[in-house]
């Protein structure tokens, strides 16, 4: 069932894509609230609102991303009529799906596939199709430790406090990204040293992995102001297990079948010593 879906989200989404006259990729609102599985429209436009309210927040213009149109519709024997609808950029869409019911299955894998086609197009438009993967890893592990900040506050403000209490959060995380492993068990699967960091071990593709479930985890504990140790616990491991679950929807590897990378740490001077001699 979880494959079927992921095969007409996917599909559907890259058919409804549309070009402006100056080619600027857009998707009509009114065909992604099918697609998302919403039958009403003001149901669907209350979702849409929470997502330019997230625009916002995170520092967009809400212009640049989502605009209100009005069309003509065909309303059978040749009449049509004006119907309003709102064009919507990739980021609008990703903050859409990120803002829907995620009881609606397609709702629950769209807030993966937006999120990592968002994320690849923003790795193309800064001429990431040129960058080596040594240079990936390092953006993607900057990124990570960024976002590990957020999660451990957003973790702590729903009650985990204590560092040992934070270890076992992350490792809830793990266990459902992981299929079970936690950091332990994932250092010993990949043949790393018991004090390597497994983050400063993963390649692009890993990497990319735990970077969505550290935003989605964060979002998803706020969103839902989840309260408690065990109850965060959970929502980490049921974030893990939704990104693992999506990565085996589309054929993609385990992340725990995905070979150790060189040490990030040896990477960056490597790095940058090249530039230096340039």
């Given at each position: 069932?979880?494959?079927?879906?992921?095969?007409?989200?996917?599909?559907?989404?890259?058919?409804?894509?549309?070009?402006?006259?100056?080619?600027?990729?857009?998707?009509?609102?009114?065909?992604?609230?099918?697609?998302?599985?919403?039958?009403?429209?003001?149901?669907?436009?209350?979702?849409?609102?929470?997502?330019?309210?997230?625009?916002?927040?995170s520092g967009h213009t809400v212009e640049n991303?989502?605009?209100?149109?009005?069309?003509?519709?065909?309303?059978?024997?040749?009449?049509?009529?004006?119907?309003?609808?709102?064009?919507?950029?990739?980021?609008?869409?990703?903050?859409?799906?990120?803002?829907?019911?995620?009881?609606?299955?397609?709702?629950?894998?769209?807030?993966?596939?937006?999120?990592?086609?968002?994320?690849?197009?923003?790795?193309?438009?800064?001429?990431?199709?040129?960058?080596?993967?040594?240079?990936?890893?390092?953006?993607?592990?900057?990124?990570?430790?960024?976002?590990?900040?957020?999660?451990?506050?957003?973790?702590?403000d729903a009650g985990v406090v204590q560092p040992?209490?934070?270890?076992?959060?992350?490792?809830?995380?793990?266990?459902?990204?992981?299929?079970?492993?936690?950091?332990?068990?994932?250092?010993?699967?990949?043949?790393?040293?018991?004090?390597?960091?497994?983050?400063?071990?993963?390649?692009?593709?890993?990497?990319?992995?735990?970077?969505?479930?550290?935003?989605?985890?964060?979002?998803?504990?706020?969103?839902?102001?989840?309260?408690?140790?065990?109850?965060?616990?959970?929502?980490?491991?049921?974030?893990?297990?939704?990104?693992?679950?999506?990565?085996?929807?589309?054929?993609?590897?385990?992340?725990?079948?995905?070979?150790?990378?060189?040490?990030?740490?040896?990477?960056?001077?490597?790095?940058?010593?090249?530039?230096?001699?340039?």
């Amino acid at each position: 069932m979880t494959s079927k879906i992921v095969t007409t989200v996917q599909k559907s989404f890259d058919d409804l894509s549309q070009r402006t006259e100056d080619g600027i990729e857009f998707w009509y609102a009114r065909d992604l609230q099918k697609l998302l599985g919403y039958a009403n429209w003001q149901n669907f436009e209350n979702v849409v609102n929470k997502a330019k309210t997230a625009c916002e927040t995170s520092g967009h213009t809400v212009e640049n991303h989502f605009t209100d149109v009005n069309k003509m519709v065909s309303i059978g024997s040749g009449a049509e009529r004006e119907m309003n609808d709102i064009m919507l950029t990739r980021y609008a869409c990703y903050l859409v799906a990120q803002n829907g019911d995620p009881r609606k299955e397609p709702i629950a894998f769209a807030q993966t596939y937006f999120a990592v086609q968002t994320r690849r197009q923003e790795i193309s438009d800064s001429g990431g199709n040129h960058v080596s993967e040594d240079k990936k890893r390092m953006i993607l592990r900057e990124e990570i430790k960024e976002h590990n900040k957020k999660l451990a506050s957003a973790a702590k403000d729903a009650g985990v406090v204590q560092p040992v209490e934070y270890a076992v959060f992350q490792n809830f995380g793990y266990k459902g990204l992981y299929g079970g492993l936690d950091r332990k068990h994932i250092q010993q699967r990949k043949g790393l040293k018991e004090k390597s960091n497994i983050l400063d071990h993963m390649g692009s593709t890993e990497l990319a992995a735990n970077l969505f479930r550290a935003t989605q985890a964060e979002e998803k504990l706020r969103r839902e102001n989840i309260k408690g140790k065990e109850n965060a616990n959970q929502a980490h491991h049921d974030v893990g297990k939704k990104v693992r679950d999506a990565i085996k929807s589309i054929g993609g590897t385990m992340p725990e079948d995905l070979p150790p990378a060189e040490d990030i740490a040896k990477v960056s001077r490597r790095f940058n010593k090249a530039l230096k001699e340039k």
